[in-house]
């Protein structure tokens, strides 16, 4: 059952390698007693030297029967390059039962670190934006990664406003090797816009995963009278009947979500939505899906 | 529609709690961070003033709640007519039918009122019609008939009377007596002033009587009249006949105003007369040439007013021949006839012609010519001409008789049929003379002699004065002066001489006034009048035993009274305005001109405050106007308090609904 652990439950552990550490040894659990799902690091192919190949990577017994240098790969290392673009606007603050979207997406960007260096021994990055990048951790799968990739999610406090194309310009010039690139942000933006600054990532081979994390209030919010709203990031206010919130909103909401994902995909990108009332399964069991795609 | 306690209506202001509430008040909207207004929009205000227009419904009901809720503490009353509300009661209606009804269309009005009322009649209630004038006259009985009813506010006409409202009051405490029902007296009229008796306890209406008025006019109604007119009953010389007219104006502007004097038709005169703004104005003419003969006259003005028939003035004039005058006297007092005719004919120049003639050459005298005898100191007389003489009395003549020392010889006095009790000779006393000692100067022959104080009397006779009225007495009681009536005339007793020898009366100047009176009083000229008012009475006969048959032909020519009332009917009553000829029981012929009263000339009304006191109950705020006159009825209150509370019941009933639909609408939103 620890899968299903509430992420309000998870916002009361401290330290992120503990919250990754627990989301995720319970899910690959959850995993090896399901039929549908498998993963390891199975051998996958062997490929013909070529200089410059690491000479650790060469299977000397197969030299020794056949005289000639082959590499010998795993299917866990064909796609090895994680980089999580972590919006870190002020509009991801927002919660209404404990947890902000804010520590929901530090909770998910923390357990896709642990899967990847730690489980894998992949490479992983991480990019903090709102309407810049705020701040880069290169992808690496060195020793001490994984903790330098949760500090700096520790110090991914939000602030500032996203501006998507403004930060896009940014992430093409760190990204320049192919992987898998994860947006994790509330995309408060023109869908249409969002998928065109995210495009040139998917045109450079990557792939694109965006998760959409949303506080339930904001999929379906309510009022019990006439509330002032007042924008997290500009400040702005604005008065809202609980009839307007009750049947206009969701059907706005709804449109954009589904204007998100059908642009995502139409660009070969996946989406997926979070609501930070639920486990982080879903944004793990995506991910992995993706992963098992790409090996 | 009125309010028993307006003072609640103070409570309307809580109106304002509601209004403050759903519209006026600041919306406190809850602040809360979100994390994007980007589905959010401008309009969503709109949706606000939405919510706000929705209740609306809410926000009509709670006003109108707290609206019934202040009427409720101020107990709201519509004042409903008494008139029509049926039940077990006597509906008296009075029409107004007097001379000043005759103004414009007001009696036209007043039965128009009069007969819309009885159409609202409830059928079940008995009902009895009557006209004001004078005197109140039922024109039906107590009936539930209406087209009896009808008709006979139809046939209502004019009259000539003036409307008395204490005659009113009278007649209906003489009905409320006859009846034990509660009487509506409804009132037709032009609610005149001067129909107001002196006495206001005079209109006190009977307990069980509701007074409902209608009035026909509103305020005065400007209007001219000749007033009075000041003319010689008769006329023996036309030329030094004098005419005063008076022209009053009611209400009216000053204004000059052409009079006319008109003689059997023919316009003899006309002048002009500056009226000031409601005064008078006298108009005099100089002679009255009419023809011998009883001549019916009238002076006119050109007022242009709303009631012409107070324009002319009616009065007769009668043009005769000095009246004769007989006077017997012993052949030997020469002093008597000397100072009588002296006295008369200084006088009233040319009006009486005196013959003076001894008993004996009087005895074949055809009395019935001659205005008065007068029999001074006579001895005796003939019993013919005695006998005469008495049915001379009878007849409607007069005698005058003044009994000087001859009286001593006699033991009676003739004609007057009084037994001599003895002589007064003051001659001899100390005193010599008396003098009068008292007099009642409302007789017509004293009216003028005011200093009977210095006259001396030397002799006087004491005589029976029973069955006789002492006019005046001399200071030690002996009567003076005694009238005695005897059929249709009278007899006048002067208990002493006209010579200067039982008293110096005769050479006193109150002699000359006395014997002019006298001759005018006897001669029946002090009685005739050429004008008279209506609804005055005039005498017909003085014996009420005598079988003698009088004659009275109205305005209109017809007779209206019947061969018994001619032989019994001692007065008739002038009930109409215009010319009455008469044919008296004396044998005198009259002709008077009889005409309105001309207080009924002043069409001022009564105040309302007056009315309202009348009525019994404070003065009307207003008064409803129909169509056709001014109409006044009396109104009771009547409470909506029970009515508003429903009205507030079902007011909350139905807010409590449309607040739970509110409400739970809200319950779902949450």
């Given at each position: 059952?620890?899968?299903?652990?509430?992420?309000?439950?998870?916002?009361?552990?401290?330290?992120?390698?503990?919250?990754?550490?627990?989301?995720?040894?319970?899910?690959?659990?959850?995993?090896?007693?399901?039929?549908?799902?498998?993963?390891?690091?199975?051998?996958?192919?062997?490929?013909?030297?070529?200089?410059?190949?690491?000479?650790?990577?060469?299977?000397?017994?197969?030299?020794?029967?056949?005289?000639?240098?082959?590499?010998?790969?795993?299917?866990?290392?064909?796609?090895?390059?994680?980089?999580?673009?972590?919006?870190?606007?002020?509009?991801?603050?927002?919660?209404?039962?404990?947890?902000?979207?804010?520590?929901?997406?530090?909770?998910?960007?923390?357990?896709?670190?642990?899967?990847?260096?730690?489980?894998?021994?992949?490479?992983?990055?991480?990019?903090?934006?709102?309407?810049?990048?705020?701040?880069?951790?290169?992808?690496?799968?060195?020793?001490?990664?994984?903790?330098?990739?949760?500090?700096?999610?520790?110090?991914?406090?939000?602030?500032?406003?996203?501006?998507?194309?403004?930060?896009?310009?940014?992430?093409?010039?760190?990204?320049?090797?192919?992987?898998?690139?994860?947006?994790?942000?509330?995309?408060?933006?023109?869908?249409?816009?969002?998928?065109?600054?995210?495009?040139?990532?998917?045109?450079?081979?990557?792939?694109?995963?965006?998760?959409?994390?949303?506080?339930?209030?904001?999929?379906?919010?309510?009022?019990?009278?006439?509330?002032?709203?007042?924008?997290?990031?500009?400040?702005?206010?604005?008065?809202?009947?609980?009839?307007?919130?009750?049947?206009?909103?969701?059907?706005?909401?709804?449109?954009?979500?589904?204007?998100?994902r059908d642009g995502a995909r139409g660009s070969g990108m996946d989406y997926h939505l979070l609501r930070t009332d639920r486990p982080l399964d879903d944004a793990l069991r995506e991910f992995l899906a993706i992963r098992q795609g790409r090996s | 529609m009125g309010l028993f306690s307006p003072g609640y209506l103070?409570?309307?202001?809580?109106?304002?709690?509601?209004?403050?509430?759903?519209?006026?008040?600041?919306?406190?909207?809850?602040?809360?961070?979100?994390?994007?207004?980007?589905?959010?929009?401008?309009?969503?205000?709109?949706?606000?003033?939405?919510?706000?227009?929705?209740?609306?419904?809410?926000?009509?009901?709670?006003?109108?709640?707290?609206?019934?809720?202040?009427?409720?503490?101020?107990?709201?009353?519509?004042?409903?007519?008494?008139?029509?509300?049926?039940?077990?009661?006597?509906?008296?209606?009075?029409?107004?039918?007097?001379?000043?009804?005759?103004?414009?269309?007001?009696?036209?009005?007043?039965?128009?009122?009069?007969?819309?009322?009885?159409?609202?009649?409830?059928?079940?209630?008995?009902?009895?019609?009557?006209?004001?004038?004078?005197?109140?006259?039922?024109?039906?009985?107590?009936?539930?008939?209406?087209?009896?009813?009808?008709?006979?506010?139809?046939?209502?006409?004019?009259?000539?009377?003036?409307?008395?409202?204490?005659?009113?009051?009278?007649?209906?405490?003489?009905?409320?007596?006859?009846?034990?029902?509660?009487?509506?007296?409804?009132?037709?009229?032009?609610?005149?002033?001067?129909?107001?008796?002196?006495?206001?306890?005079?209109?006190?209406?009977?307990?069980?009587?509701?007074?409902?008025?209608?009035?026909?006019?509103?305020?005065?109604?400007?209007?001219?009249?000749?007033?009075?007119?000041?003319?010689?009953?008769?006329?023996?010389?036309?030329?030094?006949?004098?005419?005063?007219?008076?022209?009053?104006?009611?209400?009216?502007?000053?204004?000059?105003?052409?009079?006319?004097?008109?003689?059997?038709?023919?316009?003899?005169?006309?002048?002009?007369?500056?009226?000031?703004?409601?005064?008078?104005?006298?108009?005099?003419?100089?002679?009255?040439?009419?023809?011998?003969?009883?001549?019916?006259?009238?002076?006119?003005?050109?007022?242009?007013?709303?009631?012409?028939?107070?324009?002319?003035?009616?009065?007769?004039?009668?043009?005769?021949?000095?009246?004769?005058?007989?006077?017997?006297?012993?052949?030997?007092?020469?002093?008597?006839?000397?100072?009588?005719?002296?006295?008369?004919?200084?006088?009233?120049?040319?009006?009486?012609?005196?013959?003076?003639?001894?008993?004996?050459?009087?005895?074949?005298?055809?009395?019935?010519?001659?205005?008065?005898?007068?029999?001074?100191?006579?001895?005796?007389?003939?019993?013919?001409?005695?006998?005469?003489?008495?049915?001379?009395?009878?007849?409607?003549?007069?005698?005058?008789?003044?009994?000087?020392?001859?009286?001593?010889?006699?033991?009676?006095?003739?004609?007057?049929?009084?037994?001599?009790?003895?002589v007064r000779n003051y001659s001899g006393s100390a005193q010599r003379f008396l003098t009068v000692g008292e007099v009642d100067p409302t007789y017509p022959s004293l009216a003028k002699a005011d200093h009977w104080a210095n006259v001396e009397f030397y002799f006087a006779v004491a005589a029976e004065t029973s069955?006789?009225?002492?006019?005046?007495?001399?200071?030690?009681?002996?009567?003076?002066?005694?009238?005695?009536?005897?059929?249709?005339?009278?007899?006048?007793?002067?208990?002493?001489?006209?010579?200067?020898?039982?008293?110096?009366?005769?050479?006193?100047?109150?002699?000359?006034?006395?014997?002019?009176?006298?001759?005018?009083?006897?001669?029946?000229?002090?009685?005739?009048?050429?004008?008279?008012?209506?609804?005055?009475?005039?005498?017909?006969?003085?014996?009420?035993?005598?079988?003698?048959?009088?004659?009275?032909?109205?305005?209109?020519?017809?007779?209206?009274?019947?061969?018994?009332?001619?032989?019994?009917?001692?007065?008739?009553?002038?009930?109409r305005a215009g010319f009455y000829e008469m044919r008296l029981a004396n044998g005198r012929h009259e002709v008077i001109g009889v005409n309105a009263d001309r207080r009924e000339s002043d069409l001022d009304v009564i105040p309302e405050d007056v009315l309202a006191l009348w009525r019994g109950g404070p003065a009307?705020?207003?008064?409803?106007?129909?169509?056709?006159?001014?109409?006044?009825?009396?109104?009771?209150?009547?409470?909506?308090?029970?009515?508003?509370?429903?009205?507030?019941?079902?007011?909350?009933?139905?807010?409590?609904?449309?607040?739970?639909?509110?409400?739970?609408?809200?319950?779902?939103?949450?």
């Amino acid at each position: 059952m620890q899968r299903f652990i509430d992420p309000a439950v998870l916002a009361g552990i401290s330290g992120l390698d503990l919250i990754a550490k627990t989301v995720v040894d319970g899910f690959i659990a959850g995993l090896h007693r399901s039929p549908n799902f498998g993963f390891s690091q199975e051998f996958a192919e062997y490929r013909a030297y070529t200089p410059g190949d690491d000479l650790r990577h060469i299977d000397w017994n197969v030299y020794a029967r056949s005289e000639r240098a082959y590499l010998k790969r795993y299917r866990g290392e064909t796609n090895t390059l994680l980089t999580v673009l972590l919006d870190a606007s002020n509009s991801m603050k927002f919660s209404s039962h404990g947890v902000t979207k804010s520590d929901y997406a530090r909770f998910a960007a923390a357990a896709l670190f642990y899967l990847t260096t730690q489980t894998q021994r992949d490479a992983a990055g991480l990019i903090v934006f709102d309407d810049e990048v705020r701040s880069y951790i290169r992808p690496s799968n060195r020793q001490g990664q994984f903790h330098r990739l949760l500090s700096g999610l520790e110090h991914a406090e939000p602030r500032a406003r996203t501006d998507f194309t403004k930060a896009l310009e940014r992430f093409l010039e760190f990204l320049r090797r192919r992987g898998l690139v994860v947006v994790i942000s509330d995309f408060y933006e023109n869908p249409e816009r969002i998928v065109r600054a995210l495009e040139p990532l998917r045109f450079r081979g990557n792939e694109v995963l965006l998760f959409h994390v949303l506080d339930p209030a904001e999929v379906r919010p309510h009022f019990r009278a006439p509330t002032t709203l007042i924008e997290m990031e500009t400040e702005e206010a604005l008065e809202v009947s609980p009839e307007y919130a009750r049947v206009e909103y969701p059907k706005k909401i709804d449109a954009h979500i589904e204007a998100l994902r059908d642009g995502a995909r139409g660009s070969g990108m996946d989406y997926h939505l979070l609501r930070t009332d639920r486990p982080l399964d879903d944004a793990l069991r995506e991910f992995l899906a993706i992963r098992q795609g790409r090996s | 529609m009125g309010l028993f306690s307006p003072g609640y209506l103070a409570a309307a202001a809580l109106v304002g709690l509601p209004l403050y509430l759903h519209l006026l008040r600041r919306h406190d909207a809850e602040s809360q961070p979100f994390s994007s207004l980007m589905f959010f929009e401008r309009r969503t205000r709109s949706s606000i003033k939405h919510r706000r227009l929705r209740y609306l419904l809410l926000l009509s009901l709670r006003i109108v709640l707290l609206l019934l809720l202040a009427l409720v503490f101020a107990n709201p009353f519509i004042s409903r007519p008494v008139a029509g509300m049926g039940g077990n009661k006597l509906l008296v209606v009075v029409i107004d039918n007097s001379f000043s009804m005759r103004a414009g269309s007001r009696l036209a009005d007043a039965k128009r009122a009069a007969l819309d009322l009885l159409e609202s009649r409830n059928p079940a209630t008995r009902a009895q019609v009557l006209t004001l004038g004078s005197q109140l006259h039922a024109l039906t009985a107590e009936t539930q008939d209406k087209r009896e009813l009808q008709q006979a506010v139809e046939g209502v006409a004019p009259g000539d009377s003036r409307a008395s409202f204490g005659q009113l009051a009278s007649g209906l405490r003489s009905l409320a007596e006859a009846v034990s029902i509660p009487i509506e007296l409804h009132l037709f009229s032009d609610l005149q002033r001067s129909g107001m008796p002196a006495g206001f306890q005079e209109m006190t209406l009977p307990p069980n009587t509701t007074l409902i008025l209608h009035p026909v006019v509103k305020e005065a109604t400007p209007n001219w009249t000749v007033e009075a007119v000041n003319a010689p009953a008769q006329v023996w010389e036309p030329k030094k006949a004098r005419l005063q007219a008076v022209i009053a104006g009611f209400h009216t502007p000053a204004a000059t105003r052409t009079v006319s004097l008109v003689v059997n038709g023919k316009t003899l005169a006309t002048r002009s007369a500056n009226v000031p703004a409601n005064g008078r104005a006298t108009v005099e003419f100089d002679s009255l040439d009419v023809p011998y003969g009883f001549s019916r006259c009238e002076v006119r003005i050109d007022s242009a007013d709303s009631l012409p028939a107070d324009d002319r003035f009616l009065f007769s004039v009668e043009r005769s021949d000095p009246r004769r005058v007989l006077f017997v006297h012993e052949a030997n007092d020469s002093r008597s006839p000397l100072y009588f005719g002296s006295a008369l004919t200084s006088g009233v120049e040319g009006v009486f012609a005196l013959e003076t003639r001894t008993a004996d050459e009087a005895s074949n005298t055809q009395l019935s010519q001659y205005a008065f005898v007068v029999l001074s100191d006579v001895l005796s007389l003939p019993s013919s001409f005695e006998s005469s003489l008495l049915e001379y009395v009878r007849g409607g003549g007069s005698v005058l008789i003044a009994e000087g020392a001859a009286a001593a010889r006699r033991s009676r006095i003739p004609v007057f049929g009084g037994i001599i009790q003895g002589v007064r000779n003051y001659s001899g006393s100390a005193q010599r003379f008396l003098t009068v000692g008292e007099v009642d100067p409302t007789y017509p022959s004293l009216a003028k002699a005011d200093h009977w104080a210095n006259v001396e009397f030397y002799f006087a006779v004491a005589a029976e004065t029973s069955g006789a009225r002492v006019i005046a007495r001399l200071t030690d009681g002996t009567p003076l002066l005694v009238e005695k009536k005897l059929g249709e005339g009278r007899i006048l007793l002067f208990a002493s001489g006209f010579d200067n020898l039982t008293n110096d009366f005769p050479l006193r100047p109150v002699f000359v006034p006395f014997v002019e009176q006298t001759a005018r009083y006897l001669s029946g000229m002090e009685r005739r009048v050429g004008s008279s008012v209506v609804d005055s009475f005039f005498e017909l006969r003085c014996d009420k035993d005598r079988a003698a048959s009088v004659e009275v032909v109205d305005p209109d020519g017809r007779r209206p009274l019947s061969l018994k009332e001619a032989v019994t009917s001692s007065m008739f009553q002038l009930s109409r305005a215009g010319f009455y000829e008469m044919r008296l029981a004396n044998g005198r012929h009259e002709v008077i001109g009889v005409n309105a009263d001309r207080r009924e000339s002043d069409l001022d009304v009564i105040p309302e405050d007056v009315l309202a006191l009348w009525r019994g109950g404070p003065a009307p705020a207003s008064q409803p106007v129909a169509a056709s006159g001014v109409v006044q009825e009396q109104t009771k209150p009547f409470s909506l308090w029970w009515h508003f509370m429903l009205l507030l019941l079902a007011a909350a009933v139905v807010e409590s609904l449309v607040s739970d639909r509110y409400l739970g609408r809200l319950r779902d939103e949450t």
